[in-house]
């Protein structure tokens, strides 16, 4: 009887999490500014929670998806998104806020989402597309992410191959161990699926948790960093959505919708891993501010693109 329960209460807990992103998000902040203790967690924690999220979203990439795409346009989107664009918005938020530049470059220079593939899909955009951009974008952050804040930033002080590492160890090595997984042990691939999207919602929550608590004083502290940061970060993803947007917006509705999701909504959870390790006190508080305004950020866009395009206005063509 008492296992029933049991098993009850577990399958209403991930049902819970499986269905309830923005919920999950606020339970997370709360725990993290009232729940004593969390801060004693050690840091090298979160990059650890991170790959394990992204060996669970690995089950979400079909590489078998993402034929007839046009490679000249996916490079060109990458070198202006990821490279120019970042380092455009660092200096320009040098200029007009210099406390939030370092917060403004690393959120941008964060490879898509993992689990944007399935929003483009949600949001009837070009799945195919969005695969190439995020696998892209991931294989080369680890090269591309310390060489630009080698070049445009050095007041941090990151050692480039500590941070290579670093995002090496959450990005390919969870990736790699996925697929000698299934390779030597098909039969666990239904299990990680099952399992693909409760177990990374369910530890980015405690990722923003732990994160917060380490920045508990600043919240209740510092009500004027709270604001400025929250409006900074709307801003940022403001401009980060609208990039992708008028990138492709002469083209057709299917691809304006997925390059601004591949824009917008990045892999915010690895900018909090890397910023808990090598960056300041108020770098780490502007992107925990910055995980908010990413889920925020979500409802919204679907709000806009649904008033500009009618339901038959995507085609059919190639993504």
Do not use: H
């Amino acid at each position: 009887m008492l296992c029933n329960a049991f098993l009850k209460a577990c399958k209403a807990f991930r049902g819970f999490v499986n269905n309830n992103l923005n919920a999950v998000l606020i339970i997370s902040v709360v725990a993290g500014l009232g729940i004593p203790g969390l801060e004693l967690i050690p840091d090298i924690f979160v990059p650890y929670m991170l790959g394990i999220m992204v060996f669970f979203l690995c089950a979400k990439i079909s590489i078998q998806e993402v034929r007839g795409l046009a490679i000249s346009e996916i490079l060109l989107f990458y070198i202006l998104r990821f490279i120019a664009f970042p380092i455009a918005l660092y200096y320009l938020t040098l200029l007009v806020y210099p406390e939030f530049a370092v917060g403004v470059l690393l959120i941008a220079l964060m490879p898509v989402g993992v689990t944007t593939p399935a929003l483009v899909g949600v949001f009837n955009g070009g799945v195919a597309l969005a695969f190439v951009l995020t696998i892209l974008s991931s294989l080369l952050a680890p090269l591309v992410i310390p060489i630009t804040f080698l070049i445009a930033d050095r007041s941090t002080g990151i050692e480039v191959a500590s941070l290579s590492y670093t995002l090496f160890s959450v990005i390919f090595i969870p990736a790699i161990f996925y697929m000698l997984l299934i390779k030597f042990k098909p039969s666990s691939r239904r299990i990680v699926e099952n399992n693909s999207s409760f177990i990374p919602v369910l530890f980015l929550g405690v990722i923003i948790a732990i994160v917060i608590s380490k920045q508990r004083d600043v919240f209740f502290n510092d009500f004027t960093l709270l604001f400025e940061s929250f409006f900074a970060c709307i801003v940022l993803f403001f401009c980060l959505y609208a990039f992708g947007w008028f990138f492709q917006w002469k083209k057709s509705k299917r691809k304006i919708v997925t390059y601004s999701l591949c824009s917008g909504a990045n892999n915010n959870a690895l900018a909090i891993s890397l910023a808990l390790i090598y960056f300041p006190s108020e770098t780490i508080f502007f992107v925990i501010i910055s995980e908010l305004i990413w889920v925020l950020a979500i409802p919204a866009f679907n709000s806009v693109q649904g008033y500009i395009f009618k339901p038959d206005s995507f085609g059919t063509d190639t993504p």
